[in-house]
């Protein structure tokens, strides 16, 4: 059974600083996602990472896939206020089931 | 263009009751899933529909059901409610061939409060 895993599960930070999320799998995906979402809202996405050794970028935010150690990790590069919310890594266990992580709430100090 | 729409927004019932949700997806897409995200967790895949069939379901129980219409709009049901059935409900929309290369487009949830 596939399972996904995130650290920090909470991440209190300053502004300008950079840090990394991490979402660890369990069983072979080469199907990742991230979402982001703000409290009592719904889930945007924010990335698809469809192959090994993927990368892809948007605004200070960065998302890397590495199949072969089942990982992925976002980073937040020089963070700003508006980032504060709670990213999701998603993976799809094939067949189509979506498989979430529990969440890393992200809290940036101004 | 209309993305996902769910409704009701806000929902509450007592246990034992019977509650129906509803979906309509994205235009142009034509496979519904649904989670159930209680407060602090990740979302948790309940099952996906197309073609007016289960296709996928993840580890929930039967008195969770659900309902796919001609025009991919989809129903989830919940009979004999407890407690533990307060959550968010997310309804998620995609198309078929493009499940796995393209996010599932989420709605902005039904909030079921069960007293």
């Known amino acids: 059974e596939l399972k996904v895993e995130q650290n920090p599960l909470f991440l209190s930070m300053q502004e300008g600083k950079n840090y990394t999320i991490y979402c660890n799998y369990s069983t072979t995906s080469d199907r990742l996602y991230w979402y982001r979402q703000d409290p009592g809202k719904s889930l945007e996405s924010l990335f698809v990472l469809l192959s090994n050794g993927a990368v892809k970028q948007e605004g200070r935010l960065m998302a890397s896939l590495d199949t072969k150690a089942r990982l992925s990790t976002l980073h937040i590069t020089a963070a700003v206020h508006d980032l504060s919310a709670t990213y999701f890594c998603?993976?799809?266990?094939?067949?189509?089931?979506?498989?979430f992580g529990k969440g890393t709430r992200l809290h940036i100090l101004p | 263009d209309a993305g996902v729409t769910q409704s009701p927004t806000h929902l509450i019932k007592t246990r034992g009751q019977q509650v129906t949700l509803r979906c309509s997806p994205k235009s142009g897409h034509d496979t519904v899933s649904w989670y159930q995200q209680a407060l602090g967790q990740g979302p948790q895949f309940i099952f996906q529909?197309?073609?007016?069939?289960?296709?996928q379901r993840g580890n929930f129980p039967d008195r969770f059901s659900g309902h796919q219409f001609p025009n991919y709009s989809s129903e989830l049901n919940v009979n004999a409610l407890l407690l533990g059935d307060s959550a968010l409900y997310l309804c998620a929309s995609s198309t078929w061939t493009g499940v796995s290369n393209q996010p599932q487009h989420f709605g902005d949830g039904t909030r079921l409060s069960i007293l």
């Open positions: 529909y197309y073609e007016e069939e289960e296709r």
């Open positions: 998603a993976v799809d266990g094939g067949d189509d089931k979506i498989i």
